[in-house]
């Protein structure tokens, strides 16, 4: 099917209120576009309008907002540089006369590409702005991308991700930036313009680095971003935090000049604090900013048991979530009926260990223990089988077909 994209609005229609102008927005949108065989023609010509309508109401500069695209292909390719087209008309028939590609989907090709190539003064990135990926998907990715797609985010880049296809959301959601909630969509490619707008404000709360903001919001952490003000030679920030509700636990941080970030950590969960940034300058006065940021509800851990691998002398036991407040696990096992029972520890940071040295087609009780740096606890458990001897079969791993299971169940 062929599709005609509709003509870009004149730019007094932009600033006339029928596409909302946006002020105070600085950042470097790179857009990961699927171009490879697995995607159609009409699939790709909506896609692009999708990325037409996302950027309209944008200011392009040197100061403001700058774009670029890769395609997803057998080879990675740059449709054009950050800094080459700087106006929205520009960047509108940049989009426009993108073609397609074909060939593989070498996603996590890509990804390299985008951390060595892509964010860099060669290719227009500027060193002092916020970043940000925008994946667009049919779901399916012939190569690996979960460490690419990490080392970006260490640096730094915030990644959204649309699915046109079904995809795999656990994968998906663990390659988007937290939470996924925000930053990852599952629609269908007739209904991309639902989500323009809500995608667009989540990438403009990332780009508008004109203020003092707040991003990776936990339950327990947040970190605070800000504009350059100062430098090592005039000043330093003073950073105050306290509650809401009980401002006398009020705290101060003291950072260098230097500093456009801050992680606060050791916050109470759904907890509002008032924060200020107060810029100490011995050159000239610069007003404080302030923001008010809420913490998520803690994540309960562990929510879920899962019980896999099943073999006649082992199985692997994993869990979820793994949250920042647990600090280490105890998994508990024994075979049933039976009153004996082993214990191993894990580590916080882990998710999953290999229980061993068990009896072949036998029953075992698995209870999964959290351990809270706050000294609580919680419990969770499930029932597997290992498998009888050298006999193949299936494994019987857990009483729900989901492969969860509650304490409370029998």
């Known amino acids: 099917a062929w599709v005609t994209s509709p003509p870009s609005p004149p730019l007094c229609l932009l600033l006339s209120g029928l596409q ?15 171009s490879s065989g697995s995607v159609s023609y009409y699939e790709f010509s909506r896609v692009k309008e999708f990325i037409r309508d ?52 070498n996603t996590g090709k890509a990804l390299s590409y985008a951390k060595e190539k892509f964010f860099t003064d ?37 990644v959204f991700i649309v699915s046109t296809g079904r995809g795999n959301y656990l994968q998906l959601s663990a390659a988007a930036s937290q939470p996924p909630e925000k930053h990852l969509h599952f629609v269908d490619v007739d ?6 707008k809500e995608l667009r404000d989540a990438i403009i709360d990332v780009i508008r680095a004109k203020r003092l903001r707040a991003v990776d919001i936990t339950s327990s952490s947040f970190r605070l971003t800000w504009p350059r003000l100062l430098s090592n030679d005039i000043g330093y920030y003073v950073l105050e935090y306290a509650p809401t509700d009980d401002p006398g636990r009020k705290l101060v941080k003291q950072v260098s000049g230097d500093h456009t970030s801050l992680l606060l950590s050791n916050l109470s969960p759904e907890t509002t604090y008032e924060v200020v940034l107060i810029p100490e300058s011995n050159v000239h006065y610069i007003p404080p900013q302030t923001t008010r940021v809420t913490t998520l509800e803690e994540e309960i851990s562990p929510a879920r048991v899962l019980i896999s691998e099943s073999r006649p002398h082992s199985f692997r036991v994993s869990w979820a979530p793994t949250p920042d407040s647990v600090g280490s696990y105890q998994v508990l096992y024994g075979p049933l009926p039976g009153n004996s029972a082993q214990l191993l520890e894990v580590d916080g940071t882990h998710n999953s260990t290999v229980v061993e040295n068990l009896a072949p087609n036998t029953t075992y009780l698995v209870t999964v223990t959290a351990i809270y740096k706050s000294g609580k606890e919680k419990a ?14 299936a494994p019987r791993s857990i009483t729900s077909s989901t492969g969860l299971v509650d304490a409370r169940d029998p």
Do not use: N
């Not at 209904?191 to 323009?196: A, G, S, V």
């Not at 969770?380 to 079969?393: D, F, I, N």
């Open 54 to 105: 996302l950027l309209r109401p944008f200011t392009f500069s040197p100061s403001d907002v700058q774009t670029s695209i890769i395609h997803i292909s057998t080879t990675p390719t740059m449709e054009f540089p950050f800094d080459r087209y700087l106006s929205t008309g520009a960047v509108q028939q940049a989009i426009r006369d993108t073609q397609q590609l074909m060939g593989d989907t």
């Open 191 to 196: 209904d991309l313009p639902i989500i323009t």
């Open 122 to 158: 060669e290719a227009g990135a500027r060193p002092d702005v916020p970043k940000v990926l925008v994946w667009v998907t049919d779901g399916f990715s012939t190569d690996e991308i979960s460490q690419p797609m990490q080392l970006l985010k260490d640096m730094g880049v915030t």
């Open 20 to 34: 909302p102008f946006i002020p105070d927005s600085e950042g470097d949108l790179l857009f990961l576009l699927d």
């Open 380 to 393: 969770l458990s499930a029932k597997a089988c290992t498998q009888a001897g050298k006999r193949s079969q």
